[in-house]
């Protein structure tokens, strides 16, 4: 089984503003153990502040560790410069966003195609990016301004955005986070769906124990450490 992510004694300290216009250092993370294997679903629940955003900047190589070892596909990211670890994301990582991070003024199907136009991507790329808008359900408003979207629909652009790269690796930071229960369900069972079809690694930052307890593996994000949670059988 191939590992997509190694993580060993990561930690990330950031020096942050403190009272009378001192700086202080913050251990945001202070000891971080991690092994995820290709193709399964790793949930990383934890409160507000916890770190969890922190901990999946420095997971997809877009923030550096303070001390540690993190390879990326077997790659040292610590041995890489920015632009090694964007050549290294590219085509290979996706996102998805609680607040969707979709280009406002651009159509549905607008949104898809960007991350084909951008990468090493040949072929129809329209007739690609409408495929991916049939995954989501979501064929027939293609040509609509992602403004004129619902919250839910908006969610399943960024799913056919993350997955039209098919990337090996999807990280989704609170995917479910700005949406009602009933539209947070849906997007999650698609999100899962999508996972399973492509075959892709999650990686799941959520607040909702029912998604986190779906995954693979479990992990809470407490005082800088995570805790495998045991899952329900
Ligand atoms: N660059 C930074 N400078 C100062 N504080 C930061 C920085 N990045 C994150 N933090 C703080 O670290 C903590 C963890 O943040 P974050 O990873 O966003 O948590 P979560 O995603 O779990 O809510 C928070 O208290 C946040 O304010
Ligand atoms: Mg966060």
Same mark, same amino acid.
């Given at each position: 089984?191939? #590992?997509?992510?190694? *993580?060993?004694?990561?930690?990330? %300290?950031?020096? &942050?503003?403190? $009272?009378?216009?001192?700086?202080?250092?913050?251990?945001?993370?202070?000891?971080?153990?991690?092994?995820?294997?290709?193709?399964?679903?790793?949930?990383? #629940?934890? #409160?507000?502040?916890?770190?969890?955003?922190?901990?999946?900047?420095?997971?997809?190589?877009?923030?550096?560790?303070?001390?540690?070892?993190?390879?990326?596909?077997?790659?040292?990211?610590?041995?890489?410069? !920015?632009?090694?670890?964007?050549?290294? @994301?590219?085509?290979?990582?996706? =996102?998805? =966003?609680?607040? +969707?991070?979709?280009? !406002?003024?651009?159509? $549905?199907?607008?949104? *898809?195609?960007?991350?084909?136009?951008?990468?090493?991507?040949?072929?129809?790329?329209?007739? /690609?990016?409408? &495929?991916?808008?049939?995954?989501?359900?979501?064929?027939?408003? $293609? %040509?609509?301004? *992602?403004?004129?979207?619902?919250?839910?629909?908006?969610?399943?652009?960024?799913?056919? @955005?993350? +997955?039209?790269?098919?990337?090996?690796?999807? =990280?989704?930071?609170?995917?479910?986070?700005?949406?009602?229960?009933?539209?947070?369900?849906? /997007? $999650?069972?698609?999100?899962?769906?999508?996972?399973?079809?492509?075959? #892709?690694?999650? *990686?799941? /930052?959520?607040?909702?124990?029912?998604?986190? &307890?779906?995954?693979?593996?479990?992990?809470?994000?407490?005082?800088?450490?995570?805790?495998?949670? !045991?899952?329900?059988?």
């Amino acid at each position: 089984m191939e #590992t997509v992510i190694a *993580v060993s004694h990561l930690q990330k %300290q950031v020096l &942050a503003a403190a $009272a009378n216009n001192n700086k202080e250092t913050l251990n945001i993370l202070a000891d971080i153990n991690l092994s995820i294997v290709a193709g399964t679903s790793v949930a990383i #629940t934890g #409160t507000s502040g916890s770190g969890k955003s922190t901990l999946l900047g420095l997971l997809a190589g877009l923030d550096v560790p303070s001390a540690g070892r993190l390879a990326l596909f077997r790659q040292d990211l610590t041995k890489l410069s !920015e632009d090694q670890r964007a050549a290294l @994301r590219l085509g290979k990582v996706g =996102f998805v =966003f609680q607040s +969707f991070h979709l280009l !406002e003024h651009l159509t $549905a199907l607008e949104n *898809v195609l960007l991350p084909l136009e951008l990468g090493k991507h040949s072929g129809d790329l329209k007739q /690609v990016a409408l &495929a991916a808008l049939e995954q989501v359900g979501l064929v027939a408003r $293609a %040509q609509q301004l *992602v403004t004129k979207l619902s919250g839910g629909e908006q969610q399943r652009v960024a799913l056919a @955005r993350a +997955f039209v790269t098919q990337p090996k690796l999807l =990280f989704a930071d609170e995917p479910t986070g700005n949406l009602d229960r009933h539209t947070g369900q849906e /997007v $999650a069972a698609l999100l899962f769906r999508l996972q399973r079809d492509h075959q #892709t690694t999650l *990686v799941l /930052v959520t607040h909702d124990e029912s998604l986190a &307890a779906q995954c693979d593996a479990w992990y809470r994000l407490m005082e800088g450490r995570l805790q495998r949670q !045991e899952q329900a059988a």
